[in-house]
């Protein structure tokens, strides 16, 4: 992709440390990348609850990562995010690939701090919606909880969560990722928001950011009377294919076999 944009140009919303980068690789790139995950042996697969995923560039523990050589078919995109964006401190060190059934999502979450703040996720096959949501801790009704490298939450949390009072300048959002794009997100929202996908196969997505941006593309369309879970939402996706994405972020403190005490 050739960046004619300064980065800047790709905010979204009204948070200004969120960038989306429509096209950020070709149909081309796009499957070249679906194919060479896939062919990975089937070790590589580490399967979870609703989902499964790959881990490349080595083990993260709480105190760094035990490093591994990133593959040339990731170290190539790798640079090029890292070169296009200018936001990373170093070269991108790990990346985790989850593949998400239609079905699937993952639970509000938030990146712990072996990671440098900055976060680029990179989404192949079915677009999604992705929701931003204050953090727990910034709720004067709720405390901190956990402080592990995927600092999650319960559902009785989030449901506390969900009804306590935003901060003023701190609204949930929600983004369309669609397929070749690249989210970036970092500083405040890597630090005050927990970021989470639905388990659904229809998403509403009348307040995505980006919702006018993607109108054109064929994704989003009118719901019917028999979606009844969406509440107010008249927009939605429809996720009819396995979406598979990169997330792709630098641990600062790496060991190459042991960690040091």
């Keep these: 992709m050739e960046l004619a944009k300064t980065l800047n140009e790709f905010r979204v919303g009204s948070v200004p440390t969120v960038f989306y980068i429509p096209d950020f690789i070709t149909e081309s790139e796009h499957d070249n990348l679906l194919n060479t995950i ?6 590589k697969w580490k399967s979870l609850k609703n989902r499964r995923l790959q881990n490349w560039g080595g083990v993260v523990h709480e105190k760094g990562l035990i490093a591994q050589d990133l593959p040339p078919w990731l170290t190539r995109i790798t640079e090029r995010i890292n070169e296009k964006s200018g936001l990373f401190p170093s070269s991108i060190n790990h990346v985790l690939i989850n593949e998400y059934l239609p079905n699937q999502g993952i639970m509000p979450h938030q990146d712990g701090p072996a990671y440098f703040p900055v976060v680029a996720i990179l989404s192949l096959g079915s677009a999604v919606v992705i929701d931003f949501t204050q953090h727990p801790k910034l709720s004067s009704r709720v405390g901190v909880h956990g402080n592990s490298i995927e600092d999650k939450i319960s559902d009785q949390e989030a449901a506390v969560m969900n ?20 989210l970036i997100f970092k500083d405040m929202v890597y630090s005050d928001y927990l970021h989470g996908i639905k ?7 009348n ?9 054109n593309d064929g994704v989003v369309q009118h719901s019917s009377g028999s979606v009844k879970a969406l509440d107010c939402d008249d927009t939605v996706i429809c996720r009819a294919n396995t979406r598979v994405s990169l997330t792709c972020r630098v641990v600062t403190k790496v060991y190459k076999s042991i960690f040091k005490f």
């Design 163 to 182: 009804s306590c009072e935003w901060l003023d300048n701190l609204h949930p959002f929600s983004i369309i990722l669609m397929p070749r794009s690249l």
């Design 38 to 43: 896939y062919d990975a042996p089937i070790s």
């Design 207 to 215: 307040g995505a950011v980006n919702a006018t941006n993607v109108q």
């Design 199 to 205: 388990d659904s196969e229809v998403q509403g997505c």
